[in-house]
Structures are given as C-alpha cells and as structure tokens.
C-alpha cells in the first residue's frame, strides 16, 4: 500500500476532474496543479496549490515550460525505500508527490481536423505531461499515475476504502495504462509528422489501437481475439457504432459488417447490402428502401440466410416490418439511424429479433480519397496500403466494342462496378435493374466466377450486366456471359488477349467497355 499526501493534478480533457479533486481535498490530500487546470478547481471552490508556488519558479514561454522542474520531478521518481532519495529530498526542500492526475494535450484530435495547420499540431505536442506520466508510471511501486478520468471514482474509492492508500495492483494496473497512453501518444506524432514529411509510405508503421473489448473468440472457438480501436476513433465508422440490441458482437460479426459498410457507403442513393462470409451475396439501389432491401435479399435468398446487412438511410417501420418477415434470418444490421418503432419491430417481431444485433452508425457517409490504411498481417511483418476507395466514374469509361451501351446498362454497370471491388477475386458480379442477380466469388479461374454467378442468376442473368474484378485473359468468360444471356460487360482491359475478347464480345453482340483500373480483393 502507498499513502497519498499530495497530487498533481493537470488535465488536458477536464472531464470530471472538479468532482475528483474535490474528493482528493475532502480525504485530506493537498492538490497542486498548474494553468488552466489550477485555475478551474480555484473557481469551483477546491483549495489548490499551484507549482508556480511550490517550486517558486513561475510558468513562462506561454506555458511551455512549468512542470519541468527538480522540485515536481524529484517528488515523483524519488525511491521512498532509498534513505539517500529521502535526504536529498529533505535536503532540496522536495516534497513527496504521491499521485499523479495528467493527461495529454489532444494531439490526435488537433490532427484529425482537415484544416489543421503545421504550427498548431506542433503546438499541441505535450512535453511535460508525458515527461510526468512516464516519471510516476516508472516509480508505480509508490505512486499512483491516473491518464485516463474513466479511473477517478476507481482511485476514490480505493482511497477511501483503505484510510487513503493504493494497493499495489492498482497501481501496476494504472502505470500499465499510462505507458500505453503514451505510446499511443508518441505514435500519433511520429505516424502525423511521417505523412506530411513526404511522398511515399512512412519508414515506421506503429499505428495505436486502444482495447474496446475483448472477444468469446475470433474465427474459431480456439482463437483468442479483441477488437481494438484507433485513437481517436472516427465517426461514423463500425467501433464507433452504438448497440441498440442484441447479443454481443464476435469476430466474424466485425468482419462482415465492416465489409457491409464499405460496400453501401459507395452509394449516394438508397442502397442494402446483404453480406455473407465477407462477400456481398445481394445488393441493390432505388428510391424506397424497403424495396431496395427486399431486391437485395432477393439476390440470393438462399445465401442471405444467416447474412449481415448494411443500409445507407435511415431504417423505417415499412422496411423494418420486411426485415422481420418469418422468411429471413438475418445476425446484424448497421444502419445510419432508425424508427423507435423499427427496433421494436425487428426485435420483437421474429424468434431471432432478441438476439440480432443492431448498430446504429450515427451518420451515412460516402467513401472518399481520405488516405485510410488498411493492415494485413503476414508471417513476421505487416503488409499495409491505402484503401481501394476508387469510384465508379462514366466519364473515363472506353467502348471497346460496336455495340455501345444504353443509358440504363450504364447504371447496372456502375452498380456491378463498386459491388466487384467488395467480393473477392475472382469476382464476376452480374446486376439487373438497379440490383446484384449474381455473384462468383474467390475462385482460382475467372471463368470458374463466371460460371457461378450464371448458376447463381439463373433466369435473371438474360439481359444483365456483368462487370470483373480485373481484366479477362481470354475469351471463354465471355462466350460464358453470352451463353446466360448478359448484354453488357465491364472490366478493367489491359490484357495482352484483349483483341480476341473484344471480338468474342462483338460476336455475341455484348457491348464492352475498359475501366483501366482493377479492383483486386484477396
């Protein structure tokens, strides 16, 4: 156990930091603090000391410098087992400094603003706070470090539970806390001042996640698994999403709804998306979503059974009443906002509404250039690239065939376009009417996809459109996509068997247009 005589107390975030330095006060604990901080507690009645005083050093160069001190960091790393720490700190008139309440100018938060200039994130790197935190974490075995104001009723009650003590399990378990706020901190600097230090990907890639929870299990019973976050945590995206319902979500539920939700916010207009095992099975767009939703599932109904899936608008009754038809099965949904009645309807309205998990993503946002990364692990190492956030766009499209295509196969086309880039390759997506008639996915040959998705369209595929994830080395997928009955193909081109495909293409009448761009997903 460590007795607490005297806090530091200098926050950044002041959330609750009035209620736990009064609390601090009231067990008789002195509280120094500095700024704003110092500032704050005095005009909400809690007695404070402030550093300036203690040290009789004033804080100068526009609060750059004010903790950086012998006095306040010798009170914090002194080794109160050492005789000769404790007699230099009586000698120098060194108080004990028994906890530590900092946390971190918002560098992350600064930075995330689009407008942010150069000068103002260098101005937001904290130096003293870190210096402080990383001080009291490394002398834990007698003080207690507090980064996080989720932790201030933790510590009071502690203190008040052992006449104003910390145990030592508290105390490790907070310097654990601490260290990892500072490397995340650190890391936040360094990953900012790589990205606008040049042309290229950075030389370190040290990204910091914090724990949102820990998982049953990843894919399998026998995989230990977590779900970590990226601080701060963009909005909207999936960790940011807030559970209205449902049972808990697994591993394999974050995969798939976070392929759902970058396949929908590829549109503008009403869209669902219907995603099995990471692939979409169904897709659609229109004007009235409950159409839209029950064209999607009616992609592949017999797939969409046990599916996720994803909406860009918000989920009224009408569609919340097709969602909980006895015919479907559905284990997430992720949407921007929905009806109170709807969440009523879903949850109450089916033998599987208790369970299905809801999301609720706040916003609907369109994907754009913005720069994310995506990581993948390999055997020792991490692959890491930008995301495939490329769009559709009519006006780079080259016809490469007599035939040209209607308005209306455009639109399908398009639709088939951003829904290849979400399944994975091989893709062949065929689409119909402003909906996905059939999908092949992930398979070792093109024509193999081709082949699936007919098989999957069935009648359906007579007078759709069929668009590849990359370009088609011969022309055996086409004469395939003629045989279903598809008028109109889209594909990146490039392939040194074009010719032949443009002519097998011709022949069937297909009209055919190159993207110049692919849209790999392994």
């Known amino acids: 156990m460590a007795k607490v005589r005297t806090a530091l107390v200098s926050v950044s975030d002041k959330t609750g930091v009035v209620e736990f330095a009064a609390e601090l006060s009231k067990l008789g604990i002195e509280v120094m603090s500095t700024g704003g901080t110092a500032r704050l507690l005095s005009s909400n009645g809690v007695k404070v000391t402030k550093v300036s005083e203690y040290t009789g050093f004033p804080e100068i160069m526009d609060g750059r410098v004010k903790t950086l001190h012998p006095k306040v960091h010798g009170g914090i790393l002194a080794n109160r087992d050492i005789p000769e720490h404790m007699a230099q700190m009586k000698e120098h008139e060194i108080r004990p400094i028994d906890l530590v309440a900092v946390n971190l100018y918002p560098f992350q938060q600064t930075v995330a603003k689009p407008d942010v200039s150069f000068e103002e994130a260098i101005e937001n790197i904290d130096i003293g706070g870190p210096t402080m935190i990383r001080s009291a974490a490394k002398n834990h075995a007698h003080l207690a470090v507090v980064v996080d104001p989720a932790d201030y009723d933790r510590v009071i009650e502690e203190l008040k539970e ?3 003590e910390t145990g030592d399990q508290l105390r490790f378990e907070l310097a654990l806390k601490a260290f990892t706020h500072t490397a995340a901190y650190d890391t936040a600097i360094s990953d ?66 976070d392929a759902a939700l970058a396949a929908v916010s590829e549109f503008d207009e009403p869209a669902a998306i219907v995603i099995k095992h990471n692939n979409p099975c169904g897709a659609a767009v229109g004007k009235k979503l409950v159409e839209v939703f029950k064209r999607a599932w009616d992609g592949d109904p017999l797939s969409a059974f046990g599916s996720i899936v994803a909406f860009n608008r918000k989920v009224d009754t009408e569609t919340a009443k097709e969602i909980a038809s006895p015919d479907k099965f559905i284990e997430a949904i992720i949407a921007p906002a929905y009806d109170p009645e709807a969440v009523e309807i879903i949850t109450t309205g089916t033998k599987w509404g ?39 766009d009519e006006s780079k499209l080259k016809c490469v065939t007599d035939k040209e295509p209607t308005a209306e196969q455009i639109a399908d086309l398009g639709l ?107």
């Not at 995989?223 to 559970?243: D, H, I, M, N, W």
């Not at 193909?489 to 069937?508: C, F, M, R, T, W």
């Open 162 to 164: 052992n006449d104003g």
């Open 416 to 522: 088939a376009w951003l829904i290849s880039k979400h399944v994975r390759s091989n893709a062949i997506v065929l689409a119909k009417d402003g909906m996905i008639v059939g999908v092949g996915a992930g398979q070792m040959s093109r024509v193999d996809s081709a082949i699936i998705a007919a098989r999957k369209a069935g009648e359906r595929a007579k007078g759709s459109v069929m668009a590849s994830d990359a370009f088609m080395p011969f022309p055996d997928t086409v004469e395939k996509a003629a045989e279903a009955g598809v008028t109109a193909i889209i594909q990146p081109g490039g392939s040194l068997g074009d010719k032949k495909v443009i002519e097998a293409a011709n022949a069937a009448g297909i009209a055919m247009v190159f993207t110049g761009s692919r849209h790999f997903r392994h």
């Open 192 to 257: 900012y001042l790589s990205n606008i230090g040049g042309e290229g990907m950075s030389q370190l890639y040290s990204p910091a996640y914090g724990k949102l929870d820990d998982l049953r299990y990843g894919e399998n019973p026998h995989q230990v698994a977590a779900v970590y976050v990226s601080e701060p945590c963009p909005k909207p995206s999936l960790c940011a999403a807030e559970q209205l319902s449902g049972k808990e979500l697994s591993y394999n539920n974050y995969l798939d709804l």
């Open 354 to 392: 208790s369970s299905v998990r809801i999301l609720e993503l706040g916003e609907s946002k369109k994907r754009n250039a913005s720069g994310e990364m995506q990581a993948r692990t390999i055997s020792g190492g991490v692959l890491v690239q930008e995301a495939d956030t490329l769009g559709f």
